[in-house]
């Protein structure tokens, strides 16, 4: 009776957070002006065999913009149940290729995922007034009629797309090379955020955790 009493609360507790995942309602962050997403994630959900039949989706593009190469993690709840499906799209041959994903341990992944703040994390474009690096240079102090500092753009490197969506809402933020602009801003919160995210995902696929 004891053991079927813990069991009950547990389920209940998961059923709980899981139907308290909510994110704001962002549907004009949608829309890309260099790559046409809702394209992408329509032809990618076709070789996938995937539907609308979800209650709550998490979707990771990343893009490699020299090598015109793309890939694309999916996490979905149905009916407290995650599943996860991951596929890679060459823009050059273009051609799509699906590789399978560990299924265990994504209820523990989503949970990390929620700890970086995943739901909540603002897109890079509105933290531009953190990337800037001030120095004590008496020239600028004495003489300069506006603040004067130092910023840091990586023009190469990867970028990504979180997207969130549930029946209702649907949010997307961006961020280019989280990791790398970590090295010139080492305090900004959102960078770790970003690319703890990234990181999780990629040990879940079992792939390198580099940029």
């Known amino acids: 009776m004891k053991r079927f009493f813990t069991i009950s609360l547990l389920l209940l507790f998961v059923y709980q957070a899981y139907s308290q995942i909510d994110f704001r309602n962002d549907p004009a962050s949608v829309n890309d002006k260099h790559t046409n997403y809702q394209d992408m994630n329509r032809r990618a959900d076709q070789k996938l065999g995937l539907t609308n039949d979800f209650d709550f989706e998490l979707r990771l593009w990343t893009n490699e913009g020299l090598a015109n190469f793309y890939s694309l993690f999916i996490l979905r709840l149905k009916n407290d149940v995650w599943s996860a499906r991951y596929i890679e799209y060459d823009g050059i041959s273009k051609t799509w290729e699906a590789s399978g994903v560990d299924q265990q341990g994504l209820d ?40 004067v500092y130092k910023t840091a753009t990586i023009t190469d490197g990867i970028g990504y797309r979180y997207e969130l969506k549930n029946k209702t809402k649907q949010r997307v933020y961006n961020y280019h090379s989280p990791k790398g602009y970590l090295e010139p801003f080492p305090n900004v919160e959102e960078f770790y955020r970003a690319y703890a995210i990234v990181a999780l995902i990629r040990r879940q696929l079992g792939q390198r955790i580099d940029e």
């Open 108 to 147: 523990r992944l989503w949970y990390a995922l929620e700890r970086q703040k995943v739901l909540t994390l603002p897109t890079q474009d509105s933290i531009r007034d953190k990337m800037k690096i001030y120095a004590a240079d008496t020239t600028a102090v004495f003489y300069s009629q506006a603040d």
